[in-house]
């Protein structure tokens, strides 16, 4: 389940997030993937990871990014 582009995100990273934030986002979800994803081990296992992942992926981003209230659109923290 790794993303190998951004076109393969969820939509509503796509429709909110900027690029930049976008590949922030595929890249700490992918880590998180392949650190927890082990199907062998446990069968839902698989949902567990993709749950964690996305959450990890928007922390991730929220570190760097802040939602516009406005627009629902994310910008870079300390713009004007």
């Given at each position: 389940?790794?993303?190998?582009?951004?076109?393969?995100?969820?939509?509503?990273?796509?429709?909110?997030?900027?690029?930049?934030?976008?590949?922030?986002?595929?890249a700490?979800?992918?880590?998180i993937?392949?650190?927890?994803?082990?199907?062998?081990?446990?069968?839902?296992?698989?949902?567990?990871?993709?749950?964690?992942?996305?959450?990890?992926?928007?922390?991730?981003?929220?570190?760097?990014?802040?939602?516009?209230?406005?627009?629902?659109?994310?910008?870079?923290?300390?713009?004007?």
């Open positions: 389940m790794p993303y190998e582009k951004l076109i393969d995100l969820p939509v509503n990273v796509r429709a909110h997030l900027p690029e930049n934030a976008q590949e922030i986002y595929r700490s979800f992918n880590s993937w392949e650190q927890y994803n082990h199907e062998e081990e446990w069968p839902h296992r698989v949902t567990w990871a993709a749950v964690r992942a996305h959450r990890i992926a928007w922390a991730v981003v929220k570190e760097q990014y802040e939602k516009d209230e406005k627009t629902g659109n994310w910008r870079k923290k300390n713009q004007s």
